[in-house]
């Protein structure tokens, strides 16, 4: 069936099966192939891309589903070719990576994490990362990473795009108040939006 | 040169990592971002028995599917290749990358189907009927190990691949004039590395050319050679590609019966064939599990702890399959004392065939189940004689002034100061305010334990365990190689002749040839040639790369220096000992003569009247690095396994609630000594990721069978990595004990953090529950098992 899905804000439309994840749609179809594939069912992160500027697993989600929304892939995060973002730059400093292959995903979920503020302690870092499996680096300098970029991001002066959002709750634990099923049988509609 | 790091212009500096750049940015290129032109995709079938007689293979429904190209069979598979190498001298254990007759785990590859897309392919294996006639199994090592078991290979007679006791001293002896003995035993779990990247291949033959062109996620010392072999065709038919980013290996990324399924289907069906794993057929049947392994040791020690002799047993549980299993089982061999002066050594190494999946190399190659054991020993010693296990391990420690070390099984240690390494260690966590601090946990109702873990790290790798455990085997050289050209324009471009799984060697040989050649290093172009352009490699396994690519490198590099200043000194008329190379030109010593690097490589390479007699035109060199120390065959079972010994030293504090039993890591700090570092960033990275690994290892991860063979834990909801939740922060203490026999003073890190974590852990857990007389001697310790012993203990109190 036709898609047609608005990546790094670029329009694009290919014909898929409905099947197909988006996952696969960007690799196969758009040739976006930084969004990697981990474990394919939702667990290690890899694949993360965003979706309205949250992580979102690529592999949990038909290619269908994400028309309408603003993709970011990593592909969309660098400001121009052989530039790098202010978190891109900080990863390289710290060396936030061995082999990059989490990599991608974990700079998507660092720059959410950094669009909504640029107050982070450690914890709020650990929390964020948290559905981020890395399996080279024992995550040391990656917390490093994005520590670093948040400072810098502090002392720039520069602009974020989601700071209305409020960052998770990392007090005692991150579940929402009350229990999927009640929140979800108040939901209006169905599915996302 | 000198080890001094104040000497040195790029090596021991914090300069950036040059590879990340492009990892940042998502430009990474693994294998599952090759496409080529006409690609058809492989899905697995895989045997739902772990042990049965393949009776037919239907094979038409699914052959009728849309986009469905053909369907491979082990049956195919036999006749147009060879078995797969094993390690040891065991050839009536055959492996092919499908099972032949007789599937030998539940998850084993038993037929392939090939398809226009993976989806399709994986549409198709649904359809495949295969009749099985169930046969008799068994899963646990010491079941296999009695010959009344039901043998995996019955062509091989038992499950017993490897039965070999070596004795190393007068052991009797110094067990007889021991005051105390202790016995014990530990298991270590069956785990893996995992790579968050599946294994991949892609493979395509053209028929004209007679070449096989593959692409793969590798880390395989001889992977070209072993194409060939299985294939039956002449190796230089076979060519592979180096640059392809491996998505994390520590050691298991060795797909050859992947690559030779694929290579196979690429001949017979004329198109270029991709395998990637799903996250299932890695885990359930890629053939990449680690060691799984018991140890019965008896220690021999006397009134003051002094450890005189030990007798280990490790029977491994090596799978299915033999491949180089069962040589994990002796690579310990060279550091079988760890860092302590034991007098003598009995150790039986014992592998068996089982109803699991194959084993396959993983980081350390067998060193830290070792250490864990010998750690664990250690540790019953201070118990057993009311010691703190600081103190054990200061009186038994190998003394700074005792190095080169020979030890008992015939490996000279290089160098090292563990007393000191401890030492500053112990200040900077303030031992006696953890001590405090524990017994404060303690007082306030939870369970608190410290744990202490001292191990080696050899590194440098060669090969010395195959011929001590394969006598046809007679290797002596895992060497490695550089090669340097400098352009008729002035740049340098370095070759590597491996791919690279995030150790960062396009740093290292940057470092390493910018320091020789006092020039920036990222102005050095490094490639790395496909397999049929390169020169010898053994590829980064052992903890070898910065010892063995840096030191290739180091040489080729002083090859081009040596040359140059050969050039000069014919220019000024004078003696090669009359002028001094400097900041990449050269000047006379006594005269004001001077060549630049622009003036020298336009004589190299424009003015062949200027050379000196005998030299060649242009600037290129190369070099082909031996192993340091590697010069002999093993003798008596004695053989000098890997050049160089790394130090670590854990201390860990640990509370568990007791009724959660969740073990909550409060403080870890680790004490590295890996010689000079080339790379601060990367062996830090190496040491925090070994540690993560080494935590999942020993609280998380394992491949769990039930009763029936099967396997329970198929995805990362059953098979759990440590998350940026579970890794505690972690301090480095750095020392630097310089290798004697490396270019720069260096060591391996490869393995760094991995070697010592698990041990450290189980320790500290064991310290934490010792007052409820409890313990716990199989890895992983897993939240239940805690919770549940801490209350039985309880209970039997109350």
Redesign the interface.
Known sequence: MKIELNINGVHCASDV?P?TTLLDAL?DDFL??????????G??G?CTVLLDGEPVRSCLIFAVQADGYEIT???G??TSPGE?SVI??A?????G????????GM?LTAHALLERTHDVS?ED???A???????????????EAVEFAADRLKKSNAPRRNKTAKIRSVGGHDAPERGILEAAADAPGTGPR | MSADPSAFRFVSTNR??R??????????H?V??VALEGMLHVAILPSQYPSARILSIDSSAALAMPGVHYVLTGEELVAAVDPLMNGLDTPNVKRYPLAVGQTRYAGEWVAAVAAETR?QAEDATEKLRVSYEQLPFVMDAEEAFKPDSPPVHPAHGSNVLLDKTFVWGEVEKDFAESPHHLSFRVVWGRNS?????TFGVAASWDPWREMLDVWASIQMPKYPDQIARALRIPANNVRVHQDV??????GVKRGIKHTVLVSHLSRRLGRPVRL?E??LENMRGGDQHGPERIFDVDIAFNDQGIVRSMKMRALDNAGGYAGRAPFQLGKPIGAIVGPYKINSVQYRAQSVTSNKAVQEAVRGFGQSPTNYAIETAIDKVAVAIGLDPIEVRRRNFIRKDEFPYLIPSGTSYDSGDYHTVMEKVLTHVDYVALQKERDRLRASGMLAGIGIAACLEPSGGNSSFEPLLNEKNTTTTWMDSCRINIDGAGFVTVTIHTTS????HETLVATVVGEVLEIDPDTIRVVRPDSLACLPSNTPVGSRMAIMLGGAAFHAAQKLKAKFIKIAAHQFGCKEDEVGYSGGGVAATQRKDHLSWADLVGIAHRNFHLLPAGIEPGLESTHVMQVPTGTKLPENGRVQMYPCHSFEFHVVLIAIDPVLGKPDIRRYVIGHDCGTVINP??V???T??????GIGAALLEEFVYDGEGQMLTQ???DYL?????E?P??EIVHHCTPSPYTVFGQKGSGES?YLGAPAAISNAINDAVRSLGISFSKLPIRISAISDAVAAAKQDKQ
């Open positions: 099966e099947r690799r976006l192939t930084g969004t990697h594939a981990g474990c394919e069912h667990v290690c890899a892939t990593i592909e995060i660098a790098l891109q730059d990863f390289c400093e710290t060396h990576m061995q082999c990059g292959y989490c990599t991608p700079i450690r870092i650990v929390e990362i948290s559905g981020n499996i890395c399996r080279c680096t024992g995550y040391g300098q990656i917390i | 950036r990592v590879e990340d750049r492009r990892f940042v940015v998502g430009r990474g693994y599952a971002d989806a590395t995992v790579p968050i990247e980013d491996v998505g994390g290996s520590y990637i799903d996250r799984a995030g150790q960062g960033h990367i830090k990275g190496m925090l990721g070994g540690i993560a690994h995805s990362f909801m990595l440590p998350s940026s939740h890794i922060k972690v953090g």
